[in-house]
């Protein structure tokens, strides 16, 4: 025992990067049911209509659980028992020709089928009685989207140690898993986490082929990870065209040898392919069609309509908003990213590793062309720009490779406070992550007051009776030791000067963010009455466990 204890801590302390994320993970449960999470209920209403009906169509469970939104309403009209023609719900809505409608979700399927032997574990568990939503959400999140991402967690820091010193590879793996979209994705069954799990493993399966480190038959499971990424979030398809050109660039051996390596990865992605088309098909009536375009809301079908998928000609204004806004943009949630846009220099990077330079610099051009070509006004009570999700895993190593061409020089430190302002940020804001789009600034408008006023978030501890704010204690601290490790390895004691510097980078974007806040009558009404709001419907209440969890 006594050589054992010592042995643990040294483990302990060479992967603080991965486990103190893995225990902040696994404690939170940010939810409030009051607000029936569309994006999340409509996934999971598909799977139960799986599990108690054997169909995708989800109108029977409409009738038992209730409605919900984000569903697509296909209205069919039949002659002699065949099916003649399909419309959205909305354009034909009491014609007696389409009296017959069918209800599902408008995402891609693949969370609500990922979630099919969860609900059919609880089912059984449960029998006779019912499995409430709560326990659903919680367990559905816990395997469909927060395991795979902590998952993610180990070969990221193995791809970033490639290239990178290990205390800045560690510190990069903590702030991507506690400072950027990661976080607040991973403890929400929707598919943006999700996605960006698939779209890094397909990379990294490509990353480790072109390295001779994996056998050819590897190329059928990067085609296989590509597949399923369209099956998760339909857009995830504009990551796909930049990795496909790496993944070409990078296979070894003559053009029979990328031919091959093709021909390889195209049989990966068929079987998924197959799948999604047949659902298509059956839900929508063509194997290329789908929620979308049969949007049971008709203020949201001018929003996808047109380009692909409602991606049209830039905008601007939704280019600045998605990036820099002060509610949830990119930069202003994470604003350690920033320094990756200087860490795109092709001076910064060795030959070996420009084709990974090319690859981060297009997705980033994908990225930005496609969040300022959709409607930035249509996304929802969410944290941040959630459809960039994918995009933030590729955007560390050119950071981290800034931060290496800083030396122990002020700037970072500097980079050292962003990191720890964008932990800070991000992990107050995830506390709820159902932030309104009302607001012009989530941290101080809502996250930080929500703390202060001890509205702390849920966690598994007050699911078990503990009532805040002893419940939510662990995972403050965690947090807080997260922030101080990360800027310890990126700027080192006994640099003062760095450490200084560090602080004051927090202080001054902390600033910058107060200074974003509304200050018109209108603003501030309409912003209490938000407030309010949510504040009526937080879960757990100051003081107080959460209400029983098989209670609902």
């Given at each position: 025992?006594?050589?054992?204890?010592?042995?643990?801590?040294?483990?302990?302390?060479?992967?603080?990067?991965?486990?103190?994320?893995?225990?902040i993970?696994?404690?939170?449960?940010?939810y409030?049911?009051?607000?029936?999470?569309?994006?999340?209920?409509?996934?999971?209403?598909q799977t139960?209509a799986l599990?108690?009906?054997?169909?995708?169509?989800?109108?029977?469970?409409?009738?038992?659980?209730?409605?919900?939104?984000?569903?697509?309403?296909v209205?069919?009209?039949r002659q002699?028992?065949?099916?003649?023609?399909?419309?959205?719900?909305?354009?034909?809505?009491?014609?007696?020709?389409f009296?017959?409608?069918?209800?599902?979700?408008?995402?891609?399927?693949?969370?609500?089928?990922?979630?099919?032997?969860?609900?059919?574990?609880?089912?059984?568990?449960?029998s006779?009685?019912?499995?409430g939503?709560?326990p659903?959400?919680?367990?559905?999140?816990?395997?469909?989207t927060?395991?795979?991402?902590?998952?993610?967690?180990?070969p990221?820091?193995?791809?970033?140690?490639?290239?990178?010193?290990e205390?800045?590879?560690?510190?990069?793996?903590a702030?991507y898993?506690?400072?950027?979209?990661a976080f607040?994705?991973s403890?929400?069954?929707?598919?943006?986490?999700?996605?960006?799990?698939?779209?890094f493993?397909c990379?990294?399966?490509?990353?480790?082929?072109?390295?001779?480190?994996?056998?050819?038959?590897?190329?059928?499971?990067?085609?296989?990870?590509?597949?399923?990424t369209v099956?998760?979030?339909?857009?995830?398809?504009l990551?796909?065209?930049?990795?496909?050109?790496y993944?070409?660039?990078?296979?070894?051996?003559n053009?029979?040898?990328?031919?091959?390596?093709?021909?390889?990865?195209?049989?990966?992605?068929?079987?998924?392919?197959?799948?999604?088309?047949?659902?298509h098909?059956?839900?929508?009536?063509?194997?290329?069609?789908?929620?979308?375009?049969?949007?049971?809301?008709?203020?949201?079908q001018?929003w996808?309509?047109?380009?692909?998928?409602?991606?049209?000609?830039?905008?601007?204004?939704?280019?600045?908003?998605?990036?820099?806004?002060?509610?949830?943009?990119?930069?202003?949630l994470s604003?350690f990213?920033?320094?990756a846009?200087?860490?795109?220099?092709p001076s910064?990077?060795?030959?070996a590793?420009?084709?990974?330079?090319?690859?981060s610099?297009?997705?980033?051009?994908?990225?930005?062309?496609?969040?300022?070509?959709?409607?930035?006004d249509?996304?929802?009570?969410?944290?941040?720009?959630?459809?960039?999700?994918?995009?933030?895993?590729?955007?560390?190593?050119?950071?981290?490779?800034?931060?290496?061409?800083?030396?122990?020089?002020?700037?970072?430190?500097?980079?050292?406070?962003?990191?720890?302002?964008?932990?800070?940020?991000?992990?107050?804001?995830?506390?709820?992550?159902?932030i309104p789009d009302?607001?012009?600034?989530?941290?101080?408008?809502?996250?930080?007051?929500?703390?202060?006023?001890?509205?702390?978030?849920q966690?598994?501890?007050?699911l078990?009776?503990?009532?805040?704010?002893?419940?939510?204690?662990?995972?403050?601290?965690?947090?807080?030791?997260?922030?101080?490790?990360?800027?310890?390895?990126?700027?080192?004691?006994?640099?003062?000067?760095?450490?200084?510097?560090?602080?004051?980078?927090?202080?001054?974007?902390?600033?910058?963010?107060?200074?974003?806040?509304?200050?018109?009558?209108?603003?501030?009404?309409?912003d209490?009455?938000?407030?309010?709001?949510?504040?009526?419907?937080?879960?757990?209440?100051?003081?107080?466990?959460?209400?029983?969890?098989?209670?609902?």
């Open positions: 025992m006594s050589e054992i204890l010592p042995r643990v801590g040294r483990w302990a302390r060479a992967n603080w990067a991965i486990l103190l994320p893995a225990f993970y696994l404690s939170l449960f940010p409030l049911p009051a607000l029936r999470s569309p994006n999340e209920l409509c996934r999971l209403h139960r599990v108690d009906h054997g169909t995708f169509e989800i109108n029977d469970i409409l009738r038992e659980q209730g409605p919900i939104g984000d569903l697509s309403c209205a069919v009209a002699d028992g065949q099916v003649v023609e399909r419309r959205p719900c909305p354009e034909v809505r009491g014609q007696p020709r009296a017959e409608e069918h209800y599902f979700p408008s995402k891609a399927p693949l969370l609500s089928v990922a979630a099919v032997p969860v609900y059919a574990a609880l089912k059984a568990l449960r006779p009685l019912p499995v939503e709560v659903l959400v919680f367990f559905a999140r816990l395997f469909a927060l395991l795979p991402a902590l998952l993610l967690l180990i990221l820091r193995r791809y970033l140690r490639v290239h990178l010193p205390p800045l590879a560690d510190a990069l793996t702030t898993a506690l400072g950027t979209l607040s994705y403890e929400l069954f929707m598919s943006h986490q999700t996605t960006a799990v698939l779209v493993a990379f990294y399966a490509l990353f480790r082929l072109s390295r001779g480190e994996w056998p050819r038959w590897g190329y059928l499971v990067a085609g296989m990870l590509a597949g399923l099956a998760a979030e339909y857009t995830g398809a990551a796909l065209v930049p990795l496909a050109a993944g070409l660039a990078v296979a070894p051996g053009a029979r040898g990328k031919l091959s390596a093709v021909a390889l990865a195209l049989l990966g992605v068929l079987p998924v392919a197959i799948l999604l088309a047949l659902y098909q059956a839900a929508f009536g063509g194997p290329l069609d789908s929620g979308y375009k049969y949007l049971n809301d008709a203020a949201y001018g996808h309509r047109g380009g692909f998928l409602g991606v049209k000609l830039p905008d601007l204004r939704a280019l600045f908003l998605s990036f820099f806004s002060p509610l949830r943009g990119l930069f202003a604003p990213l920033l320094l846009l200087p860490g795109l220099r910064l990077w060795p030959a590793a420009r084709k990974e330079l090319a690859l610099a297009r997705l980033l051009v994908f990225y930005a062309y496609f969040t300022a070509s959709f409607s930035y249509s996304w929802g009570w969410t944290t941040g720009p959630r459809h960039l999700t994918p995009l933030v895993p590729f955007l560390l190593l050119p950071a981290g490779r800034f931060v290496e061409s800083l030396g122990q020089k002020l700037a970072a430190g500097a980079a050292a406070g962003l990191a720890a302002l964008s932990i800070f940020a991000t992990s107050a804001m995830t506390f709820l992550n159902y009302s607001l012009t600034n989530a941290l101080w408008q809502v996250a930080l007051p929500f703390l202060s006023h001890g509205y702390l978030p966690t598994v501890f007050s078990l009776g503990v009532p805040n704010p002893w419940a939510a204690l662990p995972v403050l601290l965690a947090v807080a030791a997260a922030m101080a490790l990360v800027v310890r390895a990126i700027a080192p004691a006994p640099a003062k000067g760095l450490l200084a510097a560090a602080a004051a980078a927090f202080a001054l974007v902390c600033a910058i963010h107060a200074a974003a806040r509304p200050y018109d009558e209108a603003s501030r009404a309409r209490q009455g938000t407030y309010t709001f949510l504040m009526e419907r937080f879960l757990p209440s100051p003081g107080r466990a959460s209400p029983p969890f098989w209670g609902r």
